[in-house]
């Protein structure tokens, strides 16, 4: 048993090492309820045939794209690579070599990052990275501070430099006030309590507004500081990102934050929350099962090879010299114009980019405030008929849903599709159509199968056309919503052309029997 001493130690290192587990579980099974949809080999941006192009290209290679799916991408290894990363998890959540198990989830979704492109290029996919590889250095039987004052960093680095986006943003939205007017209303994917946030006076907007700018700004400095000062910064942010959880659905994100929050208590406010729940929650069965996890973990954790004190103080003086440098270099060239030009800085950043184990974060640097929403229709040589994807905004009279932490990155993306909506004098055209959305609509024509877990509705088997007609979407308020029952209101702005589909070859044998 470790002594609980003053300060950060062991007692979070733990802490943080199962919360960051259960994070990566609920990332990897999100990731593999859609996988075969996203780049399996009828997926929406198949990954083997990617690969394929890029490799009779001598200047792309594993540097530029570090993915194992190089090696293989078929569909059952795809899958197969979900599945292990969600093992790997479920075994550092139960606290058994915790850091292995990091280690080797973090080649492993990084493959799925690069190789997946668009769907996982969000900004928490950099964050969870960037957050694994620092705790693959987490002890959880000693004491290390230098890690646990990078992952301070980290978290200092998210809520700062996105506090620094807004108060550069090029609308001057937080500024004046006008921000929060719009954010649930075009939040990508809102949830119902967003609704009722939106509908809230517009003074009350104005307020959360500057104060959500002067909270990611001024609050972050209190992670450095003494306990009262953290522990105070741990309540505060901590209520932004349950906000944040109760009206918008952001996968993962908010929950690896609140996981991040650990660093800001000491040992003995984790050893006194453990006490607390341990002196109301007492279970025969559960302390048999608990007993038996120890000896397990006692037996699995063991340290066969001693790593001397000078390799362990030379690592520590590398990683924290790099990390914080590049840290560093990378906000400043960021979020400072005109950016520093500092070669040798630059060339390290750039080998170590692809990795994605040092980023900057600069969310909701400003606010759009329109909602176009894609809606996909088929036409059956009489009608058209239009089918809601299950988490976009899509039927009016449907109550936002909540689905996070699952992230459907299909639903997620195609909020910044409709954002290029352009409209002029009344006139409304349809943005440029990415790879996804144009294979989406080639599989709503010859293969419906493959892309059907994305729709609520039974897709047509053998449509004649296909479409995407676009919608502007604006949240209703209460006596709109009493009147009518819907949620949104919408107007029609434009469409594609009809994508006339060629006679179908599609077998029948690839449909289920009903």
């Known amino acids: 048993m470790i002594a609980v001493t003053s300060g950060s130690g062991p007692p979070v290192a733990r802490a943080f090492h199962r919360l960051l587990a259960l994070v990566f579980l609920v990332a990897w099974l999100s990731l593999a309820a859609q996988i075969d949809v996203l780049i399996g080999s009828h997926g ?10 890029l490799s009779v290209q001598s200047d792309v290679g594993f540097a530029e794209l570090p993915t194992w799916l190089w090696w293989t991408s078929s569909d059952g290894a795809i899958r197969f690579g979900t599945w292990l990363g969600a093992v790997l998890a479920l075994v550092a959540l139960l606290g058994i070599r915790p850091r292995l198990c990091f280690a080797v989830c973090l080649p492993l979704y990084l493959g799925y990052v690069v190789a997946a492109r668009n769907f996982l290029s969000f900004q928490w996919d950099n964050l969870l990275l960037e957050a694994g590889a620092l705790a693959v250095f987490l002890p959880a039987d000693r004491r290390a501070r230098w890690v646990h004052v990078l992952l301070r960093l980290l978290l200092f680095k998210l809520y700062f430099e996105s506090g620094i986006a807004k108060y550069q943003s090029h609308l001057h939205d937080w500024h004046d006030g006008s921000a929060m007017r719009y954010y649930y209303e075009t939040a990508p994917l809102p949830a119902l309590l967003g609704w009722f946030a939106h509908n809230l006076p517009l003074a009350w907007h104005a307020f959360e507004s500057r104060a959500t700018l002067a909270w990611e700004i001024l609050l972050p400095l209190a992670i450095f500081g003494p306990r009262r000062v953290r522990l105070f910064a741990a309540a505060a942010l901590s209520l932004f990102q349950l906000l944040n959880i109760a009206t918008a659905n952001y996968g993962f994100f908010c929950y690896l934050a609140l996981a991040l929050h650990v660093f800001l208590l000491d040992d003995a406010d984790i050893e006194r929350g453990r006490s607390f729940f341990a002196s109301r929650i007492h279970l025969p069965r559960l302390a048999r099962v608990q007993a038996w996890l120890e000896r397990v973990r006692t037996l699995a954790n063991r340290t066969f090879v001693v790593i001397p ?61 329109e909602r176009y929403e894609a809606q996909f229709q088929t036409f059956d040589g009489k009608r058209w008929a239009e089918h809601d994807m299950h988490y976009k905004p899509g039927d009016p009279a449907r109550a936002p849903p909540y689905v996070a932490p699952h992230q459907p990155r299909v639903d997620f993306l195609l909020w910044f599709y409709g954002l290029g909506v352009r409209v002029f004098s009344a006139r409304a055209y349809p943005p440029p159509t990415p790879q996804y959305v144009a294979v989406l609509l080639e599989r709503l024509c010859d293969d419906p199968a493959a892309v059907q877990s994305l729709f609520e509705s039974e897709l047509p088997r053998a449509p004649t056309a296909v479409r995407i007609v676009f919608y502007e979407y604006r949240m209703t308020s209460y006596a709109e919503r009493a009147e009518s029952g819907r949620w949104w209101r919408r107007t029609e702005l434009t469409s594609t052309p009809a994508q006339r589909c060629a006679p179908s070859s599609y077998s029948q044998a690839k449909w289920p029997a009903y």
């Open 309 to 369: 004190e000078r390799a362990q103080l030379a690592t520590a003086v590398l990683v924290s010299s790099v990390y914080i440098t590049l840290s560093a270099y990378l906000g400043v060239a960021t979020f400072v114009r005109p950016a520093p030009e500092i070669e040798t800085l630059q060339d390290l950043a750039d080998v170590a980019g692809p990795f994605r184990i040092v980023n900057t974060y600069h969310l909701f640097g400003h606010i759009t405030r």
């Open 44 to 53: 929406l941006l198949p990954v083997a045939e990617w690969l394929r192009a």
